[in-house]
């Protein structure tokens, strides 16, 4: 359709300068004039009414043109535009329609659960899995809080910790044997996409081979006990047939002792990983538990004389297992003896600041290359396995540290340069750490009141 507005106001001119002579013919210009504009005005309002009318009262499936959009070429052209942008939507839309349903149809044949979930934590939609997996039921559950419906405290506590890095394993709330992983992702306006897989087989797997390690560990420690019972007293034996002996004995008796040391890390991570509630749990003294390894440093050093020192804060306690500590910060304390080169120095730091406690090992010793350092808290990895035995290392010191640390909510945080040395802290949140005069004052205000 043609542009219609020079028609428009060449006919509006004309108009106007055919009742401007007919005024003028009657000595009334002005008047006839003011006649014919407030004619035109309210006929291009009754119109700008109808149309408004017409869009308010919704528009018929197949709608002819209107009578009143009929009778002006501008209001033709007008409802013309509109039906074009009406058509143009109604194909935009179906076409969108036609994707979200594909969309849909994808999402719902996928084997995860994903809930959409505005700011406020309310269901926005989820897929055919997230029924299956976490019960949610369509209709009814959406526009409710997911913490109405996934009440497990750990689910609220990470829903609200804003960790988008870790995921959180935890059974399904309408069947206990489904072992789900559940992840966050932020996406779109303050939007969050919760996806939970299910990891029941990977879980059983999982216990299967902890069950496996904690039970070969124990089944072999009572023989290994009374093995190296007998090779102690085969050894001390002064027998003179012993004496040719002596030499193999020894070297049988220290490798029963490192076999033992083996179990004992893997029972230790066994226990950390399946029965880890179970661990008993008390203020733990730090500071004169750090005093007697770094003389156990010095005596494990012996002639190699390292220089130990220790800048700890004798008032910081903490919260947490006393063997699973003393286990972690030995090994660590005791590594860096092991990894540094004679007359070396070696720092134990212990403080706290307002993130919570820290225990840090530095050395300058030979440092871990930097491609050795994702992999090195593994059970069993060592940068160099024969130097590693040699120097009476077992391989599980540093995932004990890790798992310990697990345990107690903390982290394992290991910086190294090759030639430089290493440093090894040992985070704790805040709420594990105590005063030991503030825990002695309430020790005898229990006793007091007891
Ligand atoms: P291991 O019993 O073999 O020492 P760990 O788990 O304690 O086992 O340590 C793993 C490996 O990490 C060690 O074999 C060693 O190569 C390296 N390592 C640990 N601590 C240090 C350190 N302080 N300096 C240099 N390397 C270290």
Redesign the pocket.
Not at 54 to 68: K, N, V
Not at 365 to 378: D, F, K, N
Not at 415 to 436: I, T
């Given at each position: 359709m043609n542009n219609p507005w020079p028609g428009l106001i060449g006919r509006m001119v004309g108009s106007m300068i055919a009742v401007g002579l007919v005024g003028a013919i009657f000595n009334q210009l002005f008047l006839f004039l003011f006649i014919f504009t407030l004619g035109c005005l309210i006929w291009q309002l009754l119109h700008l009414y109808y149309l408004e009318r017409w869009l308010r009262e919704g528009i018929p499936a197949d709608p002819s043109c209107p009578r009143f959009l009929r009778s002006g070429a501008v209001w033709q052209w007008l409802y013309k535009r509109f039906m074009d942008l009406r058509s143009r939507s109604r194909k935009r839309k179906r076409k969108v329609s036609r994707i979200l349903k594909q969309f849909q149809t994808a999402a719902a044949a996928l084997p995860d659960a994903i809930v959409v979930l505005h700011e406020d934590d309310t269901v926005y939609w989820f897929n055919g899995a997230a029924q299956r997996l976490l019960g949610l039921r369509s209709v009814r559950d959406i526009g409710l809080t997911i913490t109405t419906l996934l009440r497990a405290p750990s689910f609220v506590e990470f829903l609200s910790s804003h960790n988008y890095e870790d995921s959180l394993q935890l059974s399904s709330p309408i069947n206990d044997s489904v072992m789900l992983s559940v992840r966050l992702r932020p996406y779109g306006k303050k939007r969050r996409l919760l996806l939970a897989t299910d990891i029941t087989r990977i879980h059983r797997l999982e216990q299967i081979r902890q069950d496996f390690v904690a039970n070969v560990s124990h089944e072999l420690r009572t023989p290994l006990t009374v093995i190296s019972g007998y090779l102690e007293t085969l050894r001390d034996s002064d027998h003179p047939c012993m004496e040719q002996w002596h030499l193999p004995l020894q070297r049988m008796h220290q490798q029963t002792h490192r076999m033992m040391y083996i179990i004992e890390g893997l029972l230790m991570i066994a226990r950390l990983e399946t029965h880890a509630e179970g661990l008993p749990q008390k203020p733990v003294a730090v500071p004169s538990m750090l005093a007697v390894l770094a003389e156990e440093a010095s005596t494990l050093s012996g002639d190699r004389e390292h220089c130990i020192q220790l800048e700890i804060d004798s008032q910081l306690w903490i919260y947490g297992c006393e063997q699973a500590l003393r286990s972690a910060f030995s090994?660590l304390v005791f590594?860096?003896v092991?990894?540094?080169p004679a007359g070396g120095r070696i720092i134990i730091r212990w403080y706290a600041d307002a993130q919570g406690a820290h225990l840090e090992v530095e050395?300058n010793?030979?440092?871990?290359a930097p491609q050795h350092l994702s992999r090195?808290t593994e059970r069993f990895?060592?940068?160099?396995r024969d130097r590693?035995r040699e120097?009476g290392?077992?391989?599980?010191?540093?995932?004990i540290a890790k798992h310990v640390m697990n345990h107690h909510n903390g982290k394992l945080v290991i910086v190294?340069r090759v030639g430089v040395g290493?440093l090894?802290a040992c985070d704790f949140p805040l709420e594990y750490c105590l005063q030991a005069s503030c825990w002695q004052s309430m020790k005898e205000l229990t006793q007091e009141l007891n």
């Amino acid at each position: 359709m043609n542009n219609p507005w020079p028609g428009l106001i060449g006919r509006m001119v004309g108009s106007m300068i055919a009742v401007g002579l007919v005024g003028a013919i009657f000595n009334q210009l002005f008047l006839f004039l003011f006649i014919f504009t407030l004619g035109c005005l309210i006929w291009q309002l009754l119109h700008l009414y109808y149309l408004e009318r017409w869009l308010r009262e919704g528009i018929p499936a197949d709608p002819s043109c209107p009578r009143f959009l009929r009778s002006g070429a501008v209001w033709q052209w007008l409802y013309k535009r509109f039906m074009d942008l009406r058509s143009r939507s109604r194909k935009r839309k179906r076409k969108v329609s036609r994707i979200l349903k594909q969309f849909q149809t994808a999402a719902a044949a996928l084997p995860d659960a994903i809930v959409v979930l505005h700011e406020d934590d309310t269901v926005y939609w989820f897929n055919g899995a997230a029924q299956r997996l976490l019960g949610l039921r369509s209709v009814r559950d959406i526009g409710l809080t997911i913490t109405t419906l996934l009440r497990a405290p750990s689910f609220v506590e990470f829903l609200s910790s804003h960790n988008y890095e870790d995921s959180l394993q935890l059974s399904s709330p309408i069947n206990d044997s489904v072992m789900l992983s559940v992840r966050l992702r932020p996406y779109g306006k303050k939007r969050r996409l919760l996806l939970a897989t299910d990891i029941t087989r990977i879980h059983r797997l999982e216990q299967i081979r902890q069950d496996f390690v904690a039970n070969v560990s124990h089944e072999l420690r009572t023989p290994l006990t009374v093995i190296s019972g007998y090779l102690e007293t085969l050894r001390d034996s002064d027998h003179p047939c012993m004496e040719q002996w002596h030499l193999p004995l020894q070297r049988m008796h220290q490798q029963t002792h490192r076999m033992m040391y083996i179990i004992e890390g893997l029972l230790m991570i066994a226990r950390l990983e399946t029965h880890a509630e179970g661990l008993p749990q008390k203020p733990v003294a730090v500071p004169s538990m750090l005093a007697v390894l770094a003389e156990e440093a010095s005596t494990l050093s012996g002639d190699r004389e390292h220089c130990i020192q220790l800048e700890i804060d004798s008032q910081l306690w903490i919260y947490g297992c006393e063997q699973a500590l003393r286990s972690a910060f030995s090994n660590l304390v005791f590594n860096a003896v092991r990894y540094t080169p004679a007359g070396g120095r070696i720092i134990i730091r212990w403080y706290a600041d307002a993130q919570g406690a820290h225990l840090e090992v530095e050395d300058n010793g030979e440092g871990i290359a930097p491609q050795h350092l994702s992999r090195i808290t593994e059970r069993f990895y060592r940068v160099d396995r024969d130097r590693a035995r040699e120097r009476g290392g077992t391989g599980l010191g540093l995932a004990i540290a890790k798992h310990v640390m697990n345990h107690h909510n903390g982290k394992l945080v290991i910086v190294s340069r090759v030639g430089v040395g290493s440093l090894f802290a040992c985070d704790f949140p805040l709420e594990y750490c105590l005063q030991a005069s503030c825990w002695q004052s309430m020790k005898e205000l229990t006793q007091e009141l007891n």
